[in-house]
């Protein structure tokens, strides 16, 4: 349908023109325009119409001044370009142009001793009506921190770093995530599953290696030491380097899947097969993940689905300040299982240096479990600098700054 006037055409069609066209009364239109309920399907369709063909656009700065607000939202997130916190800014990206409102983003540096404190006081400063926390890092102070402002905040994936009037959550918590990882392999037949989490630092992190260590403990289960990295596939590669000659080693859990991939080549250069020795398993389902030799049994994060039940909430809490929050709903976990987990070797049966020893018992059969396995070829937090060399944990003690959570 072609406009009939619009952006540089010289006069902006207001919401009367609408209204003639439409033809309908301008309260009908700014019913329509600003997402109200009780307008008739019909109406409300001619309204659309009408305001694509004139090309209006409904003034936010009159309707901010009117209401009080400034349709704006802010968001915090470190800035990076790693899968993870990039996968959920983009999620937010989208979900917001259904909605009415605009974003606002402060992106914070590893490091800043100011963290959120500083970027939340940034956004209040700009007016925003309400604030999404997602920020995979505390920084030191953070979990004292106290915020007094009267907008509702959104926290993405994790516990809030702070304590505040109003506050939403959403997204899977990773420690559901790293139990259904850690079970699967259980449920395979391995004796039990080595970790490779990321920095200790970073909420998720410290979550998963929860979720890993809680559900070795509640199978009865030997906890072997952690070994961290930085997100990267260079740390998994060193990492695998390390794990490659424990013959006890059967089954890995790397905390995302950049470093699982490392891992696995540095197994498969030392002559340890994936997955006929070892069952590799890693956590994102990044783009590549179903195209690496052998393709990476995984968990998909759903990034998408997940900034836009946040905004829902959060919107929510915005224009219903005295009103109970949603309802929380745990999305499914989504296990990916492809070519990279399978049964542990037979007792005596592990490769060496690509010799294949002879003996050994068949593994047992798994267990039941009611996490949803997608068995997939097709594609699906990541990344960090290749600098920080993997290193060891003790079993049962949390690394220094690490936050013991219950699963």
Do not use: C
């Given at each position: 349908?072609?406009?009939?006037?619009?952006?540089?055409?010289?006069?902006?069609?207001?919401?009367?023109?609408?209204?003639?066209?439409?033809?309908?009364?301008?309260?009908?239109?700014?019913?329509?325009?600003?997402?109200?309920?009780?307008?008739?399907?019909?109406?409300?369709?001619?309204?659309?119409?009408?305001?694509?063909?004139?090309?209006?656009?409904?003034?936010?700065?009159?309707?901010?001044?009117?209401?009080?607000?400034?349709?704006?939202?802010?968001?915090?997130?470190?800035?990076?370009?790693?899968?993870?916190?990039?996968?959920?800014?983009?999620?937010?990206?989208?979900?917001?142009?259904?909605?009415?409102?605009?974003?606002?983003?402060?992106?914070?540096?590893?490091?800043?001793?100011?963290?959120?404190?500083?970027?939340?006081?940034?956004?209040?400063?700009?007016?925003?009506?309400?604030?999404?926390?997602?920020?995979?890092?505390?920084?030191?102070?953070?979990?004292?921190?106290?915020?007094?402002?009267?907008?509702?905040?959104?926290?993405?994936?994790?516990?809030?770093?702070?304590?505040?009037?109003?506050?939403?959550?959403?997204?899977?918590?990773?420690?559901?995530?790293?139990?259904?990882v850690t079970e699967h392999?259980?449920?395979?037949?391995?004796?039990?599953?080595?970790?490779?989490?990321?920095?200790?630092?970073?909420?998720?992190?410290?979550?998963?290696?929860?979720?890993?260590?809680?559900?070795?403990?509640?199978?009865?289960?030997?906890?072997?030491?952690?070994?961290?990295?930085?997100?990267?596939?260079?740390?998994?590669?060193?990492?695998?380097?390390?794990?490659?000659?424990?013959?006890?080693?059967?089954?890995?859990?790397?905390?995302?899947?950049?470093?699982?991939?490392?891992?696995?080549?540095?197994?498969?250069?030392?002559?340890?097969?994936?997955?006929?020795?070892?069952?590799?398993?890693?956590?994102?389902?990044?783009?590549?993940?179903?195209?690496?030799?052998?393709?990476?049994?995984?968990?998909?994060?759903?990034?998408?689905?997940?900034?836009?039940?946040?905004?829902?909430?959060?919107?929510?809490?915005?224009?219903?300040?005295?009103?109970?929050?949603?309802?929380?709903?745990?999305?499914?976990v989504n296990l990916v299982?492809?070519?990279?987990?399978?049964?542990?070797?037979?007792?005596?049966?592990?490769?060496?240096?690509?010799?294949?020893?002879?003996?050994?018992?068949?593994?047992?059969?798994?267990?039941?479990?009611?996490?949803?396995?997608?068995?997939?070829?097709?594609?699906?937090?990541?990344?960090?600098?290749?600098?920080?060399?993997?290193r060891l944990v003790s079993?049962?003690?949390?690394?220094?700054?690490?936050?013991?959570?219950?699963?």
């Amino acid at each position: 349908m072609a406009r009939l006037a619009g952006r540089g055409t010289g006069t902006a069609p207001r919401s009367i023109d609408v209204a003639r066209l439409a033809g309908v009364s301008q309260k009908t239109v700014s019913r329509v325009m600003n997402g109200e309920q009780y307008v008739s399907g019909d109406l409300r369709r001619r309204v659309l119409e009408a305001a694509e063909t004139l090309g209006y656009r409904l003034n936010h700065a009159a309707r901010a001044l009117a209401s009080g607000r400034t349709r704006s939202i802010g968001v915090v997130t470190l800035g990076t370009a790693l899968y993870g916190p990039a996968s959920l800014l983009t999620g937010l990206e989208r979900a917001v142009r259904d909605t009415g409102y605009t974003l606002r983003v402060v992106n914070t540096v590893e490091g800043d001793a100011l963290g959120i404190a500083g970027a939340v006081d940034s956004l209040l400063d700009q007016g925003v009506d309400g604030i999404v926390i997602s920020e995979p890092i505390d920084e030191e102070g953070d979990a004292d921190l106290a915020i007094r402002a009267d907008v509702p905040f959104l926290v993405l994936g994790a516990p809030p770093p702070f304590t505040a009037h109003r506050v939403v959550t959403a997204g899977l918590v990773a420690h559901q995530l790293a139990r259904a990882v850690t079970e699967h392999l259980l449920d395979l037949g391995h004796p039990t599953v080595h970790h490779l989490a990321g920095p200790q630092r970073w909420y998720a992190a410290r979550d998963r290696m929860e979720g890993w260590r809680t559900t070795l403990a509640a199978h009865g289960r030997r906890e072997p030491p952690v070994l961290v990295g930085d997100w990267s596939a260079a740390s998994g590669y060193r990492a695998g380097l390390e794990l490659a000659g424990g013959r006890d080693v059967t089954a890995v859990f790397a905390a995302n899947d950049d470093m699982a991939i490392g891992l696995i080549r540095a197994l498969l250069e030392t002559g340890r097969r994936v997955p006929e020795d070892v069952s590799v398993v890693g956590l994102d389902d990044i783009p590549v993940a179903a195209y690496v030799s052998p393709p990476l049994t995984t968990v998909r994060q759903p990034f998408d689905a997940t900034a836009e039940d946040g905004l829902r909430r959060l919107v929510h809490a915005i224009e219903n300040p005295d009103a109970d929050p949603i309802p929380v709903e745990d999305p499914p976990v989504n296990l990916v299982v492809r070519a990279s987990t399978g049964p542990p070797p037979p007792s005596g049966a592990v490769s060496a240096g690509g010799a294949v020893l002879a003996g050994g018992t068949a593994a047992p059969e798994g267990r039941a479990r009611t996490t949803r396995t997608t068995r997939a070829t097709a594609p699906g937090a990541s990344g960090g600098p290749s600098g920080v060399p993997a290193r060891l944990v003790s079993p049962g003690r949390t690394p220094s700054g690490a936050r013991r959570t219950t699963a």
